[in-house]
């Protein structure tokens, strides 16, 4: 035994292994020590066990652990399994991971795209997107993280074409118009050389080239009461009226806010830093294609296209597939 300013030791050489351990590590020690030591440091089993908060019970096991072990029986055990039986197969974890470099797309689009492969070979296998969203954890790919959930007033208008929500947003300084239908979700969006007025009205004809109810807008200056170009745009084009939003409160927008997330987070998994508008818009165009016929909405349980016009573009697979040259990975 040998004691140190107050604490006992059973071996000498346990005062420097134990230098280096946690906190709750030296505790337990010093309660076992106790324990197994002579007056006038010994104490009762009963009393070592209250000086680590745990039970008799346990107690006896931490002590016999350290009997076997030595203090690294004193150590907190993994509780992991030594085998996992259902663990995800690693041709699976790596279909998982291979879409997700390749788009940036989330849990629920890459177990869609995934799934779509597996019909195509015949396969019965079938991955959620809970699994395929703990693959991409496990290895790095996004970060669980708690989210406070707010609840919005849900509202949406009645019909295809009846509000049409138009918004500028930004992708690597390069300005990106992007339009939205209130009812179906369905996208439109192009990248702008400039954000002038006559420019963003000209972008505006070239995204809907059809008259529609009404127009939802933010108060920037492209879209302002007092701007002749959006007035006569109007004019041509909305049947109804131009509503804007409130000042201060982007939650009116929050559709359009969402498909501008996704947009410009594919954006930057596909070209990084790059402020080349052509190749921006060949992007969009692909994101557009997916968006409005292979991404299933939640919220209105079904496709854009489909709540749209009625049916979808069947081929958004295959043309996405190529596209992101994932012919490899997932079949055609």
């Excluded at 000498?12 to 590590?25: A, G, I, R, T």
């Excluded at 030591?37 to 000086?51: D, G, L, Y």
């Excluded at 690294?72 to 509780?79: H, T």
Aim: hydrophobic residues 30%.
């Amino acid at each position: 035994m040998f004691v140190w300013h107050g604490e006992v030791y059973i071996d000498k050489e346990h005062k420097d292994l134990l230098k280096n351990e946690e906190k709750y590590v030296k505790k337990r020690y010093q309660a076992v020590a106790r324990s197994l030591t002579n007056k006038p440091f010994k104490i009762s089993r009963k009393e070592a066990s209250h000086m680590i908060e745990r039970s008799l019970r346990q107690f006896y096991r931490i002590l016999r652990r350290f009997k076997e072990e030595g203090i690294s029986g004193l150590r907190f055990k993994s509780k992991r399994p030594k085998t996992s039986p259902n663990k995800t197969p690693e041709h699976i974890e790596k279909k998982i991971v291979s879409v997700r470099r390749s788009s940036g797309f989330g849990p629920r689009p890459i177990a869609d795209l995934i799934n779509e492969s597996n019909r195509r070979e015949s396969k019965s296998e079938r991955i959620y997107s809970s699994l395929a969203y703990n693959v991409l954890v496990r290895n790095g790919e996004i970060e669980r993280e708690q989210r406070l959930q707010k609840k919005w007033k849900f509202f949406e208008w009645g019909h295809p074409n009846h509000l049409i929500q138009a918004d500028l947003t930004k992708f690597n300084g390069v300005p990106i118009l992007t339009m939205e239908d209130d009812y179906s979700r369905k996208g439109w969006s192009f990248a702008l050389p400039n954000m002038k007025d006559k420019t963003v009205i000209k972008g505006m004809k070239h995204l809907i080239k059809e008259k529609f109810g009404n127009l939802l807008t933010d108060n920037g200056s492209q879209f302002s009461r007092r701007n002749s170009e959006i007035r006569k745009y109007c004019e041509e084009f909305v049947r109804d009226k131009h509503i804007w939003t409130s000042v201060h409160h982007p939650q009116t927008m929050g559709k359009l806010s969402a498909y501008q997330k996704g947009l410009k987070r594919f954006l930057r998994h596909k070209l990084e830093n790059s402020t080349d508008k052509n190749k921006i818009n060949q992007w969009v165009k692909v994101y557009d294609h997916w968006y409005n016929n292979g991404k299933y909405h939640t919220g209105i349980q079904t496709y854009p296209e489909e709540r749209y016009a009625g049916k979808r573009d069947e081929s958004w697979y295959d043309q996405l597939v190529k596209a992101l040259k994932l012919e490899e990975v997932l079949t055609i």
